[in-house]
């Protein structure tokens, strides 16, 4: 299924088992340097909160985007996916930002066609961000 939109979103696709994820494979799913950044910023500790917020409440929000979609409701699957974006993009998940900027801009140009299958997409993309989160926080423990 292609993924439709602007431009500039509209070069990726999701196969019917959101399995791969074209060209998003060839492009960083994580960056370590910016929780380096985050490091430096605000120390080991406003990283582990920032990490457990995000552990915590991204289940959350794919939830509130699971059920957006079954009512129709546009705004809140828009909602969802860019405050997901925000805090994927805040600790590096990449992959995992793109993906929910996707579903952003097709919510915002009124359309939830493939958010089911970007969905999909995180819900693979998720468990990968997990061990690679858990693998950060070990590299941090004193």
């Known amino acids: 299924m292609v993924l439709t939109g602007d431009d500039e979103h509209d070069c990726d696709m999701i196969d019917s088992n959101s399995n791969a994820i074209g060209a998003e494979h060839d492009l960083p799913a994580t960056d370590d340097a910016s929780l380096d950044r985050l490091r430096r910023f605000g120390g080991g500790k406003l ?17 509130v985007a ?9 705004p809140s699957v828009e909602r969802a996916f860019h405050s ?17 900027e996707r579903g952003e801009h097709q919510a915002h140009a ?9 969905l999909d997409a995180l819900d693979a993309e998720l468990p990968r961000v997990i061990e690679w989160l858990e693998k950060a926080r070990i590299m941090e423990a004193p």
């Open 47 to 63: 990283l582990g909160q920032m990490m457990d917020i995000f552990l915590e409440s991204t289940p959350q929000r794919l939830a």
């Open 66 to 74: 699971r059920a957006g979609i079954a009512a129709g409701d546009i």
């Open 84 to 100: 997901l974006k925000s805090s994927a993009a805040q600790l590096g998940a990449f992959r995992m930002q793109r993906l929910c």
């Open 110 to 118: 009124g359309s939830l066609t493939n958010a089911p299958a970007i």
